[in-house]
């Protein structure tokens, strides 16, 4: 099982970014799938997880990022995207794409047991 996380880089306050998650391996159609961050000298902390249930995705945000970032999850193509508006300097960190052992909402990494690679983003003042 992999995952494969890919499209973070530089970018300007203000500005937006999509960062997006493969699955290969298996698929993860009916299991919640998150994506969590880490900035230097800090704890990995949750951004957003999306469940699929009855064929439809429901998203939860971090209250840091909500209004902002947006979660949504393609299960024909076993990915899942994170679009980033209004980025922050403080959204700066490296960004991991998981998926938890169940169905239900989860937001701590403990909950999650397969975990992406990570991808940089950095947002400049």
């Known amino acids: 099982v992999q995952l494969q996380a890919s499209g973070g880089g530089l970018v300007q306050a203000g500005g937006s970014l999509r960062i997006s998650c493969a699955a290969s391996?298996?698929?993860?159609?009916?299991?919640?799938m998150g994506w969590f961050r880490q900035a230097p000298g800090k704890e990995r902390e949750f951004v957003a997880a999306?469940?699929?249930?009855?064929?439809?995705?429901?998203?939860y945000y971090a209250d840091s990022v909500k209004g902002r970032f947006t979660f949504a999850r393609d299960n024909a193509k076993n990915t899942v995207n994170l679009q980033m508006n209004s980025l922050k300097p403080e959204d700066t960190a490296v960004y991991y794409c998981?998926?938890?052992?169940?169905?239900?909402?989860?937001?701590?990494?403990?909950?999650?047991?397969?975990w992406g690679q990570g991808t940089q983003v950095t947002v400049s003042s």
């Open positions: 998981a998926v938890a052992r169940g169905t239900n909402f989860a937001r701590e990494s403990g909950e999650y047991n397969y």
């Open positions: 391996g298996r698929t993860f159609t009916s299991y919640t």
């Open positions: 999306i469940t699929w249930t009855w064929n439809v995705g429901t998203a």
